[in-house]
């Protein structure tokens, strides 16, 4: 019930377009849901996080939607660019509970 | 958010033999987070942390191998004990600054054993 279902293992995406990432939770007490982007040799970086008591949020490019009932959330990256390239991780938790982290995702995106 | 400095950066260490990482936080901070990152994989939780208390271990970790000091709020080591090749991985450490916050990583220790 702690995990967080991740997909795909990995993504290739031709620049200016869409990414798409989705994760998956059982427990339904989680109630913080961050993505973070790791780019080769440097740890983990927050880029956006999401409760659940709102269905989107937007920053820049970068889009989370996440679906309640359906205990699904996934991020979308609008004119993906090369320097988008990196592995992306989603993560749940209740705070102050630790983070569980998703498999991870290798987004590539080409020119 | 906090800023992380984590030492060494990257080392090469023969079987048998103890590293011990460093974890320096900008900010004061209740608790710290040693996490572990084998090659292409995801992050697993080692323990967290408390300045002034014992460290709690994730399943699968315990003290003797990953023995733990915490002698301040921002301040942070991890050691990693009678090295094996399997114990290659990064070592990554992290804080989350306010609740709510979101939490900072340290940009890793890239540990190889042979």
């Known amino acids: 019930q702690q995990q967080v279902k991740q997909s795909p293992q990995s993504l290739i995406v031709q620049k200016g377009g869409i990414s798409i990432i989705n994760c998956a939770y059982e427990n339904t007490a989680f109630d913080y849901f961050p993505w973070y982007q790791q780019f080769p040799g440097k740890g983990p970086a927050l880029l956006i996080a999401?409760?659940?008591?709102?269905s989107e949020k937007k920053e820049g490019r970068f889009t989370i939607s996440f679906n309640k009932s359906a205990k699904q959330f996934s991020l979308h990256i609008m004119d993906s660019q090369p320097g988008d390239s990196a592995t992306y991780f989603c993560?749940?938790?209740?705070?102050?509970?630790?983070?569980?982290f998703g498999t991870g995702t290798r987004l590539q995106v080409f020119p | 958010s906090a800023v992380i400095s984590q030492k060494p950066s990257r080392d090469i260490c023969q079987r048998g033999t103890s590293l011990t990482i460093q974890c320096q936080v900008d900010s004061q901070v209740t608790m710290m987070f040693w996490y572990r990152q084998q090659p292409g994989q995801s992050l697993t939780l080692i323990a967290t942390a408390n300045q002034g208390s014992e460290a709690t271990y994730e399943s699968g970790f315990v003290i003797d191998k990953f023995p733990i000091s915490r002698p301040n709020l921002t301040f942070s080591t991890l050691t990693v004990s009678n090295m094996s090749p399997e114990d290659s991985s990064i070592y990554l450490c992290?804080?989350?600054?306010?609740?709510?916050?979101?939490?900072?990583f340290g940009s890793g220790t890239r540990l190889t054993v042979v």
């Open positions: 993560a749940a938790s209740k705070p102050p509970d630790k983070l569980i």
């Open positions: 999401i409760r659940p008591d709102v």
């Open positions: 992290s804080v989350e600054l306010y609740r709510g916050n979101g939490y900072t």
